[in-house]
């Protein structure tokens, strides 16, 4: 079973930077594709970044390349992601998951942190 943590969520202006870390237990995490989603009050969750287990093959959505990177470190069985010229359209709730493949994929898995809160605002 997959328990995933989010953390380094928090404030900050337009044009900022955030790094977000989820922090993943298993015995096989470097098998599994990890996925970061994101959700604002009311909106319906959207797709951010994805890497494949391997940490070599990555996937962004177009709102955010160019300005976030996915990475991970499988030795500390985290996964990272690097937010830069932040907008106030980043505002969100952020979680990761765990997708059971290992391949990047838009659509999640079963597995879920409890998220952790972005506001980018003046």
């Known amino acids: 079973q997959v328990q995933l943590v989010e953390s380094g969520g928090g404030l900050v202006q337009p044009g900022g930077s955030l790094r977000l870390s989820c922090a993943a237990s298993?015995?096989?995490?470097?098998?599994?594709?990890i996925t970061w989603f994101r959700q604002a009050p009311g909106k319906e969750r959207e797709f951010v970044a994805s890497?494949?287990?391997?940490?070599?093959?990555?996937a962004y959505a177009d709102s955010v390349k160019g300005r976030f990177t996915i990475s991970r470190d499988n030795a500390k069985n985290t996964v990272y992601l690097q937010m830069n010229s932040l907008e106030p359209e980043d505002t969100a709730v952020y979680y990761c998951?765990?997708?059971?493949?290992?391949?990047?994929?838009?659509?999640?898995?079963?597995?879920w942190g409890q998220g952790t809160q972005v506001t980018v605002s003046s």
């Open positions: 298993g015995s096989i995490f470097s098998s599994y594709a």
């Open positions: 890497i494949s287990g391997g940490g070599v093959m990555t």
């Open positions: 998951n765990c997708v059971l493949t290992s391949v990047p994929s838009v659509r999640p898995g079963p597995y």
